[in-house]
């Protein structure tokens, strides 16, 4: 053997020990001693670097110094209690040790038979989550990497079930096709355009509909813009819905936007991705009344159900139409169950397929829905908070509502009128709170103007982390007003 050859079990076991050590510290109180957002300056890790890789093994020792010394700083932390940017999130401490049973055991699950558990796990805890959120029985889940992917999908699927000769022939070149088009409302993530870039419909393939005061999608314009097109020549594909948008987490009308799929014939896909999570305490399951008319879903456990990035849930009630967009089975994928299981690679453009649902059957089994729907309440309650101390404060302004656990709120400071300096103050009191080390935010643009949001989404955030955030925004607010 060669010398390098010394990973045994007893190595293993070490190293082992001391990084789940580690991560316990880290999740009980150890991402606070470190600063939330990463204060390097770009180049900074990889001028620390080797340029080319060590050509003999190196000692693990060596490894984890320079884990702690180079790689540790250059990190941003998504897992501490103070990040409250983008949407909050959490890797808990079983979806942390799913995560790692799943690294352990390899599988590639693109196969029922490369992995029975894979599948059926899989299939069973999407099972258990859709009946959670309370979506009809007939939805078929599987699991994608992000929402983006997710939604991709959902509009292949679409596009296939519009016209199925374009599996076959593609869309270039094809005078005999009219222009497609996918609508979304102007606040729907850019996953949406980029989906339909990707599939071939170019981003005059996207058509983004006007939202009212709440932010939400203007269902008349809606049903207009699919009329003008129309009469233009294009021809309307698929509606995307957003529950729970990427700036205010509005929620789309959808029983209403279901209702113009319906009469329009036109495929009707979520995106839930943040939100989707709320649907399993009773109270917010009103988020997909209207779910009757969903042709696919998407919404992500690894936003906010306490599940390592990254695990996207897609739901469809057209199994047989991803199918048909997407199965392609080489001679060497056959096998003497083909047909008569379920062979995840059918539904989607990957082969491979990581042992996903080990982490997300881990939380679920060690909160239970009960211990999931406390955590989830228990972070609306605090947004709630923070949204009731803005309303409080004649110094800041809350500039949409507040239905989960996001507020977006900004300065107005009484001694400047000028839009563009109150932005201009928003974002370096951000920049400010930022650099702390203590809390992270962003920002956005709504109508009103740049946006600062607090987003609370980790296990670890409590009400003094929201009260420290509040005194960090005074504070920073102070010295700038002084200067
Ligand atoms: C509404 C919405 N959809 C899609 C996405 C993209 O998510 P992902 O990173 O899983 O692709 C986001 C990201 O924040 C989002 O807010």
């Known amino acids: 053997m060669a010398d390098d050859d010394h990973w045994d079990a007893d190595l293993f076991r070490r190293e082992g020990h001391r990084m789940v050590d580690w991560i316990a510290d880290y999740l009980d109180g150890g991402a606070r001693q470190m600063p939330v957002l990463a204060q390097v300056e770009p180049g900074e890790i990889a001028g620390q ?8 093994a190196e000692d693990p020792e060596a490894v984890w110094q320079d884990f702690q010394n180079i790689i540790l700083p250059g990190v941003t932390h998504w897992n501490h209690p103070g990040f409250m940017a983008y949407f909050g999130i ?7 040790l799913g995560d790692l049973m799943s690294s352990a055991l390899n599988v590639n699950g693109m196969l029922w038979r490369t992995c029975p558990s894979c599948t059926e796990l899989e299939l069973s805890v999407l099972d258990w989550l859709r009946d959670g959120i309370g979506l009809p029985r007939e939805f078929f889940g599987f699991l994608c990497d992000t929402a983006s992917v997710s939604s991709m999908l959902s509009l292949a699927a679409a596009r296939e079930a519009a016209d199925p000769e374009i599996r076959r022939r593609g869309l270039a070149g094809r005078a005999d096709l009219q222009p497609f088009r996918v609508y979304a409302s102007d606040q729907a993530h850019s996953s949406i355009a980029k989906a339909c870039v990707t599939l071939g419909l170019g981003l005059d393939g996207f058509r983004g509909i006007a939202h009212d005061a709440d932010y939400r999608m203007d269902v ?12 233009n020549g294009i021809r309307p594909l698929a509606v995307v819905a957003t529950v729970g948008t990427t700036s205010t987490t509005s929620v789309d009308p959808v029983a209403a936007i279901g209702e113009v799929c319906r009469r329009q014939h036109l495929w ?16 917010h399951r009103w988020i997909f009344a209207g779910a009757e008319h969903v042709d696919s879903l998407v919404f992500n456990p690894h936003k906010w159900l306490f599940t390592p990035f990254d695990a996207s849930a897609l739901y469809t009630r057209h199994p047989e139409i991803f199918r048909r967009a997407f199965s392609l089975v080489p001679e060497y994928l056959t096998t003497p169950v083909t047909g008569r299981v379920v062979d995840l690679m059918d539904y989607g453009v990957q082969l491979g397929r990581r042992f996903r649902a080990l982490k997300l059957w881990w939380v679920m089994r060690c909160f239970g829905a009960e211990g999931i729907r406390e955590r989830l309440r228990h972070h609306i309650a605090m947004a709630g908070g923070f949204a009731a101390w803005i309303d409080a404060n004649p110094r800041f302004e809350r500039v949409a509502p507040t239905p989960f656990s996001v507020v977006c709120f900004r300065a107005v400071p009484s001694a400047i009128g000028d839009p563009a300096a109150v932005d201009e103050l928003n974002m370096e009191l951000m920049e400010r709170v930022n650099a702390s080390g203590e809390i992270y935010l962003s920002h956005t643009r709504l109508d009103t103007g740049i946006a600062l949001r607090v987003a609370i989404g980790n296990l670890g955030t409590t009400e003094d982390d929201v009260d420290r955030c509040r005194d960090l925004l005074e504070k920073e607010l102070t010295c700038l007003c002084r200067r």
């Open 49 to 56: 670097l080797p340029t080319a890789m060590p050509e003999k």
């Open 90 to 96: 959490t890797g808990s401490g079983p979806g942390i």
């Open 220 to 231: 008349a314009a809606l049903e207009a813009a699919i009329t003008e097109d129309r009469a």
């Open 268 to 283: 009707f896909h979520v995106d839930a991705a943040y939100a989707g999570s709320a649907a399993l305490c009773p109270e």
